[in-house]
């Protein structure tokens, strides 16, 4: 089962506030609440997957890290046997959340539990440096992947403690009378099986070390920070289970020549104080190629050029973002014999001189124009 997103979860939008999301973890958890819905298991894994989303959502530091890293920057992927609830929240943890969310008293104890688990080997987690055009068009990229296998030669038996079921029973004495509870195995974990056969190399749980080539797809429109999830290529699982996923996370190579800002990005062109002076055409690479533009005669340093649509494609509307090129003259620091002569007689002549006729866009300007 792949994790969904947590404000989906909640049912509540990216921008909500702490207050809006206890509201609607609140309204979660007395929807799905265990009391209210005995032996339903789509409602207790509902319960669990809220209360989960409240943990990360309601903490500040895990928020700021869910929303930059998604699920991979709080840890959210089960391990091996974790009963695939990722945190490592148990029920204990969940009700002791009440106390914040019920202001005391609220739901009491929950029993029951446990149960034979589909067994899933372990994510394994990867990061892939992309760089801008690579995440806007989108890419391929082929990976040798360290992972657990299950090795050849090993075999398994029924786990002897449980028979098989995965789980063990246990009777508790309560102030209600005596309660039966399901407990996980603590032989197999669940399982229901134990090994028989290991060969050399390979654990106890007949997995090894070992290598493959997997080739990825990143689609385009990928961002820093967000998580692919790779069906089926993590650790293979012990003796029958399903193999856990592999999740790349995308990281963006820094660029030194290009700075994004949101969906618009920035880039710096330096052109000769001729090119400034007589005008120009100039190829400007872009993430969708190169693209020329027109340095008009008399262009002032500080302008800005934007190339609509040129910049990076909106996540969450349609359209584009743009491009702005800053345009900086370059003085010249090494001047011949006969340039310097050039500029002294212009100087003296009084002929070349800053002149200013108001309507010159100030830095404010240009800032202003920038949201326009
Ligand atoms: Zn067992």
């Not at 992972?147 to 028979?163: F, L, R």
């Not at 900086?328 to 009084?350: A, H, I, R």
């Amino acid at each position: 089962m792949s994790k969904r997103d947590y404000y989906e979860v909640l049912e509540v939008s990216k921008s909500a506030s702490a207050d809006e999301i206890k509201k609607a973890y609140r309204k979660m958890a007395i929807k799905f609440h265990p009391d209210k819905n005995p032996g339903d298991k789509e409602a207790e894994d509902k319960f669990k997957e809220a209360a989960e989303a409240y943990e990360v959502l309601s903490d500040d530091n895990k928020k700021a890290r869910y929303d930059q890293y998604g699920h991979a920057g709080v840890g959210g992927a089960g391990g091996f046997g974790g009963g695939g609830f990722g945190g490592g929240m148990n029920m204990e943890d969940i009700f002791s959340q009440f106390g914040d969310i019920f202001g005391g008293g609220g739901f009491g104890g929950f029993g029951g539990g446990g149960g034979r688990q589909q067994v899933k080997g372990s994510n394994l987690r990867i990061r892939i440096k992309l760089n801008l055009e690579e995440m806007v068009n989108g890419t391929q990229k082929t990976l040798k992947v360290k992972k657990m296998k299950m090795a050849e030669g090993a075999t398994s038996k029924t786990c002897p403690t449980c028979n098989g079921a995965g789980v063990q029973m246990k009777v508790m004495n309560t102030m209600f009378g005596q309660m039966q509870t399901q407990t996980t195995c603590g032989t197999c974990q669940g399982i229901g099986k134990v090994a028989d056969k290991i060969p050399a190399g390979a654990n106890a749980q007949g997995l090894i070390k070992d290598e493959e080539e997997i080739t990825i797809n990143i689609p385009a429109g990928a961002r820093d920070g967000i998580q692919l999830n790779v069906r089926g290529k993590g650790n293979d699982a012990p003796f029958g289970g399903i193999p856990g996923d592999l999740l790349v996370i995308v990281e963006e190579e820094v660029d030194n020549t290009i700075k994004r800002e949101g969906d618009n990005l920035h880039q710096e062109l330096y052109v000769s104080f001729a090119e400034a002076a007589l005008g120009a055409k100039k190829e400007i690479p872009t993430v969708g190629g190169k693209v020329k533009i027109t340095v008009d005669p008399g262009t002032q340093s500080g302008k800005i050029l934007r190339l609509a649509g040129k910049g990076l494609p909106s996540i969450d509307s349609y359209g584009k973002g743009d491009m702005f090129i800053h345009i900086n003259v370059w003085t010249p620091q090494k001047l011949t014999k006969e340039q310097k002569d050039f500029f002294e007689k212009q100087m003296n002549s009084g002929e070349m001189v800053a002149e200013p006729s108001g309507k010159e866009k100030t830095f404010f300007d240009k800032v202003k124009d920038l949201f326009n």
